[in-house]
């Protein structure tokens, strides 16, 4: 876990600029991140000049510029930089949703038969999920572990989907190992 402490709306922002630079693999402009947000692109300038200077933001000057994240911003994040991350299927409403990706699926309340929730951790913004809609997340890489349940919460800062689960299955196709 890195030590540099992030206030809520710096996290916010660099959670933003790594979604987006994955999804473009290039630099990302600031407006874009100031969409992203919902917040004024002159915030997002001075936020970028912080971050800067904790060497998590780098500058990409010239047309085609913006800023990208640095190594360091996915330490800060706690994200692991993966060249390429195994596709972990979602589905919101029966459609799958084609810009997101599952990294990390969290049982936490399991032992709990009517409360039992997971956390579901998105590559990608969880924008435009609400609460009460249907997800199906899987089959994962390795146990084919599909899980389905009921958008119940989300925290937008760290692209996280809380489900009430409905249902489990592993595994939901044979296993690759």
Do not use: W
Not at 6 to 28: F, G, K, M, Y
Not at 155 to 163: G, Y
């Amino acid at each position: 876990m890195s030590s540099i402490e992030l206030t809520p709306s710096q996290e916010t922002i660099l959670t933003a600029l790594v979604n987006l630079h994955r999804e473009a693999e290039d630099a990302v402009k600031g407006e874009d991140i100031a969409e992203e947000v919902d917040r004024n692109p002159g915030t997002i300038r001075n936020q970028m000049q912080s971050l800067k200077a904790l060497q998590l933001v780098e500058g990409v000057p010239g047309p085609k510029g913006g800023y990208k994240p640095t190594a360091t911003a996915f330490e800060a994040l706690d994200i692991q930089k993966l060249d390429s991350a195994a596709e972990v299927p979602l589905r919101q409403n029966g459609e799958k949703v084609e810009e997101g990706n599952v990294e990390e699926i969290d049982l936490n309340s399991v032992h709990h038969p009517e409360l039992c929730r997971a956390e579901i951790h998105l590559r990608g913004s969880v924008r435009d999920f609400h609460e009460g809609d249907e997800v199906t997340v899987g089959p994962t890489p390795l146990s084919k572990l599909v899980v389905e349940g009921i958008v119940d919460g989300k925290d937008d800062t760290r692209n996280i989907l809380i489900l009430k689960i409905s249902g489990m299955e592993a595994p939901a196709e044979q296993p690759n190992h």
